[in-house]
């Protein structure tokens, strides 16, 4: 079945640095990539997706790429606040299911 | 703007009870969807609903049934709780009539097993 990888599981980085997050996954019929950020005890919430016809798609200070052919998407978050600290959730999920399938999380710190 | 609404928000129940979640999805939206996240793990999906019938199915064991109603709001019942079924309960709702699978999730019922 769909399988999705993400890295690192922990990254801590000074505020107004970069921080990027990635995950590979291994359905190829995988057509939809969100993006959630989850702090503790509270609600996934969707912060930005991509579709496989797209490369990349930008938000503000968030960014995501998609590689098909490597089956590879990232997440980019520019100038980082210490409010972007948080457990960040990759996921996919194709045509024919309704299922998301999550990575295993990137908790991200950013220290002031 | 409206969100998922769950109720209730915290349950605590015995080992062999029953528990019933709520869930009211984003009006007009016609897809909800349960996940089950442990401590520190990702959210695993159990079941989903289109339209009042049964869409999709995970890894919902045999014990839990889910069913969504006319008015689209949808009830999780768990049986024969275990210590094991301890988790954050997530239903999230979309509109799927309208070409979008963007899942926007609900605030959670903490459930815990004693």
Redesign the interface.
Known sequence: GENVEQHPSTLSVQEGDSAVIKCTYSDSASN?F?W?KQEL??????II?IRSNVGEKKDQRIAVTLNKTAKHFSLHITETQPEDSAVY?CAA?SYN?????????TRLQVFP | AAGVIQSPRHLIKEKRETATLKCYPIPRHDTVYWYQQGPGQDPQFLISFYEKMQSDKGSIPDRFSAQQFSDYHSELNMSSLELGDSALYFCASSLRTGGSDTQYFGPGTRLTVL
Do not use: V
């Open positions: 939809y969100p959630y005890g509270k609600r996934p919430q969707l997706d959730f999920t299911t309704d299922k998301l399938i999550f990575g295993t999380g």
